[in-house]
C-alpha cells in the first residue's frame, strides 16, 4: 500500500519515526514530494537556525534511507485540482501521480471525502492509520512504537511512558490500545 506522508506528520519526530518505523517493517510503502519536505524544513526553522539544520540532516538521511519515496506530482494534475487549502493540491497530485491510495494528515480539513473519492484517494489521521495498521499487523506497530519509544528516552536521558508519548505525538487511541 502506497501512502503519502504530509509535511505535518514528517516534523514531529516521533510521529514520524513511529510511522516510517512501521513503514521499515513492511507495513506500508511512504512516499512524499520534494514540497513536503521543503515544507518540513521551512517549519522547523522557525524553531531557529538549529532547528532548520536539524531539519536538514534528517531530510538527507531520509532521501537516503528511502530514495524510491520522493516523487513529483504531475503539474496538470495539480492544476486541475480544488482544496480548501490550494497550497495542499500537491499533496493530493502526489497521491495520485504515485497511485497512492492514502494520504496521511493532521489537517483533515484540508482534504474533505467528497474531493478525494473521484480520485480513489483516502486522507486519515495518523492515530487512525497507525491503528488499522495495529488491527491488522500488530507485531510492526508494536516494534515501531517501541524502537521509537527506546530512541526518545535514550535522547532525552529519562523514562518516557508510553501513553503520554503517545499523546502528544497526535496518537492517543494508539496508546490507549498499546498501554
Known sequence: MKVVLDACVLFPTVLREI????????????LWSARLLAEWQRA?????????????????SLRAQWPQAEIDADPATE????LPDPADAHVLASAISAGAAHIVTLNL????VRLLTPEGVVAEAPDAFLMALWL?????VDAAVKATQARTEAASGREQPLRP????????????ALG
Not at 531557529?48 to 536538514?56: F, L, S
Not at 491488522?136 to 510492526?140: A, F, L, V
Open 109 to 112: 480539513r484540508d482534504f474533505p
Open 79 to 82: 492544476a486541475r485540482l480544488w
Open 19 to 30: 510511522l516510517l518505523g512501521v513503514a521499515a517493517r513492511g507495513g506500508y510503502t511512504p
Open 44 to 60: 522547523a526553522a522557525r524553531l531557529g537556525p538549529e532547528g532548520e539544520a536539524v531539519a536538514a540532516a534528517e531530510i538527507a
Open 136 to 140: 491488522d499487523q500488530p507485531e510492526i
Open 165 to 176: 508519548l503517545l499523546k502528544r505525538a497526535k496518537l492517543p487511541r494508539l496508546g490507549k
